[in-house]
């Protein structure tokens, strides 16, 4: 039921379900899915002969492994169950077991089979993958056809909005189809006499609009696009002059009865905030009824004469240009900082270039190749040729400004303050902008106070990320698993909680061993942070020690011993004994285990974090460090492998919480339910991933904080698992809060 996300890993689809079985027992399952069909993300992996034969309206009979949505549950992450809920799919699943089989096509699914044809046609019209991408996101809504390194070139630049099936381009197809429909129209007396032209250019407009919407595959930007210009079209077709504010708030209307859950999407707020910042920086924007809607008019007719010709039209077009990237630049930028953390520096000049070779020259191109392939390919160079001017606009040394997640009070008055620079006001006012906006570019962050900690085990599913914090430096203990090629913990979900608590620099990246659900967003995360140290049990010839070496990033092994002290806090390595010369067979049995600790208060509060190390390194910690090892808090080994948390081990470091980082119904069965039940026996309390989310704790606050439990909504299902069984280990242990 949509276009297949593809990649050289798999396939990734929506499905609608007409009839399903467990074994041979029709059963109830949701009527649209969401489904991955893989074949590995190794090097060599390429797509299997049925994967590449999936299109979209086929009918297949699958035999899938379904689970209800489920999502990371990080601060500044991604909701992936709000989108899921949005899009009514009840599960998602992996195709498994028995080999798929296509069944006969069944009549209907008109747009999805003409949306598969056309891009099918583009990527054998066109060679180049990426040019081809970018040209089937604006013909046909298919932004997974852009590859990650494009989409990290369009974020950068601040363009990325422009690589869809924006409210831009439907708003300019509208414009574009009105006008020519308003022209025709007035070529018959008789159609003119049944409805005046202006009126018939509007109803035309409107309808084309939507066509246009529901082939590029109705996506929400889109729908709310074509609802704004409904809403528009109809007060004007009514024969009343609207003040412009009540047509924004109407249209804002229809948008969120129409689609409730816009409120809660970044688009819906960038889009109105544009519009109502472009309105209200207009120089009629004063005037109301009919002078003011005159004086619109006239400004964007383009038939109307004006003193000077073209000259005069290109000049006026060129200042309106800038004069409406600025209001954009400056009004939405509090807003971006706001909903993203982050706005890009170089947008304004980026955008000023991008915004008419992608309305004007790339936009048409993607859509007439339809009739004329040809046109395909000369869209291709323009995409390459745009790409080229991006990358270079890349390079600037600042590129994107980063801020953290600000409190209430300093969003409101930063908003106002972007309305406020941009208001058709005196100077005077407008300065008053400066002071309103400033605390949003530096808000105030909470970090631990001299001679404190904090920990955050972040939710990165199957795999191993934790943050530890002290008053002025930042320990990095893993990077998250690689999920697929071009998909990684690193860039999806780790690097976003540092932007959204203002992490700018990672003082020590410490790599425990090299499996990829520990080391598989390293790359990310030493591409975007300044990272002053990598501490790892990597073997030399590793691929990472190389990327740290380009980037100046000094690099040394984990070492039994080795100690630092940052702020009051002692850094122990207890564990490897000796460098890695070579890749071990195992590269569990070299995890570097790391003691956090208060200086110079052995029985402190303390986190003991261990990595993948199994029962024959952990027996060897004990006979080394005995009761030493005691911490307030352990990393639960090797995800709760059942080779793992020996009862000797966890009689030593008695924890009173074991944070089990492990992916959503495991298909490794972490925890282990004998591995749990140890823990239980000891007192400690056991909180896993999928249920918590990211869990925080510090040295010198009791109990600890969930992000599934203080950021849910009723769209969130409760999570499962250990933390949703097993009691506390003192009444409100668990505390409500933000990580």
Request: hydrophobic share 50%.
């Amino acid at each position: 039921a949509s276009l297949p996300q593809r990649s050289a890993s798999g396939l990734r689809f929506e499905f609608d379900v007409e009839s399903a079985r467990w074994g041979d027992e029709p059963v109830a399952v949701p009527p649209r899915l969401l489904l991955g069909w893989t074949s590995g993300f190794h090097e060599d992996a390429t797509l299997t002969q049925p994967q590449r034969a999936v299109r979209a309206g086929q009918r297949w009979t699958l035999q899938v492994r379904l689970r209800r949505p489920h999502g990371a549950m990080n601060p500044g992450g991604f909701d992936f169950e709000r989108h899921l809920f949005e899009r009514g799919i009840g599960a998602t699943g992996a195709v498994r077991g028995a080999p798929p089989q296509v069944v006969a096509a069944a009549p209907g699914h008109a747009v999805l089979r003409a949306r598969q044809a056309m891009r099918d046609a583009i990527e054998r019209q066109v060679g180049d993958s990426r040019s081809a991408g970018v040209l089937a996101a604006l013909a046909l809504g298919d932004q997974s056809a852009i590859l990650r390194d494009d989409w990290d070139l369009f974020r950068v630049t601040g363009v990325a909005h422009l690589m869809a099936i924006s409210g831009l381009h439907v708003t300019m197809f509208a414009w574009l189809a009105g006008g020519l429909a308003g022209a025709v129209w007035r070529r018959s007396a008789r159609l003119c006499l049944a409805v005046p032209a202006p009126q018939a250019g509007l109803v035309l407009g409107a309808l084309a609009a939507a066509a246009y919407a529901v082939f590029a595959g109705w996506a929400v930007p889109a729908q709310r696009t074509v609802w704004m210009l409904v809403t528009v079209a109809g007060l004007a077709l009514g024969g009343h002059r609207w003040p412009w504010p009540l047509v924004l708030l109407a249209a804002g209307l229809v948008v969120t009865v129409t689609d409730p859950w816009a409120l809660g999407d970044p688009g819906f707020w960038l889009s109105f905030g544009a519009v109502g910042l472009l309105l209200a920086s207009s120089p009629w924007a004063g005037a109301s009824g009919a002078a003011g809607w005159s004086r619109a008019a006239s400004a964007v007719d383009a038939t109307a004469p004006v003193a000077g010709g073209w000259p005069r039209r290109l000049v006026d077009a060129g200042r309106a240009a800038v004069h409406t990237q600025v209001v954009a630049t400056l009004g939405l930028a509090p807003l971006t900082l706001v909903l993203f953390q982050q706005v890009s520096v170089i947008g304004f000049v980026a955008n000023l270039v991008a915004v008419p070779w992608i309305t004007l020259v790339v936009t048409p191109l993607a859509l007439l190749g339809a009739l004329w392939p040809d046109l395909w390919s000369l869209g291709a160079l323009a995409v390459r040729g745009l790409s080229a001017v991006l990358a270079w606009a890349a390079t600037a040394p600042v590129a994107v400004f980063e801020a953290a997640a600000a409190p209430t009070w300093i969003v409101l008055a930063a908003l106002a303050g972007g309305a406020l620079a941009i208001l058709p006001l005196p100077w005077r006012w407008r300065v008053l902008a400066v002071p309103l906006v400033a605390p949003l570019l530096w808000p105030p962050t909470s970090r631990p106070a001299p001679g404190a900690f904090e920990v955050v085990a972040l939710d990165v599913g199957q795999g191993t990320a934790v943050l530890v914090r002290t008053h002025r430096h930042l320990l990095v203990y893993d990077a998250g698993p690689r999920f697929s090629r071009d998909s990684d913990a690193g860039e999806r979900l780790v690097l976003p909680a540092l932007r959204a608590r203002g992490e700018r620099r990672i003082d020590l990246l410490m790599l425990s061993h090299r499996d990829l659900d520990h080391v598989g967003g390293a790359a990310a995360l030493l591409g975007e942070r300044a990272v002053g140290a990598l501490v790892s049990s990597l073997e030399p010839s590793h691929p990472l020690l190389a990327t740290a070496g380009e980037r100046a990033v000094p690099t040394r092994p984990c070492r039994a011993g080795d100690t630092w002290h940052w702020d009051g806090i002692r850094f122990e390595v207890l564990y490897p004994d000796a460098p890695v010369a070579s890749a071990p067979l195992r590269a569990n049995t070299v995890s570097c285990v790391l003691r956090v600790g208060l200086d110079g208060l052995p029985g402190g509060p303390s986190v003991l974090l261990t990595g993948d190390i199994e029962r024959e390194q952990e027996l060897a910690l004990v006979a080394r460090h005995g009761h030493a090892l005691a911490s307030e808090v352990m990393l639960v080994p090797h995800h709760g492998s059942r080779t793992s948390s020996s009862a000797e081990f966890l009689r030593a470091v008695s924890p009173r919480f074991a944070v089990v980082q492990a992916g959503y119904q495991s298909r490794f069965g972490h925890p282990a339910p004998d591995v749990v039940r140890r823990y239980a026996e000891q007192g400690a309390e056991v909180i896993a991933s999928p249920a918590c989310g990211a869990w925080r704790w510090t040295s010198d606050e009791p109990g600890f904080r969930c992000w599934r439990d203080s950021a849910r909504r009723y769209w969130h299902h409760p999570g499962d698992g250990p933390a949703a069984l097993l009691p506390a280990a003192e009444p409100g242990a668990r505390a409500p809060g933000v990580p």
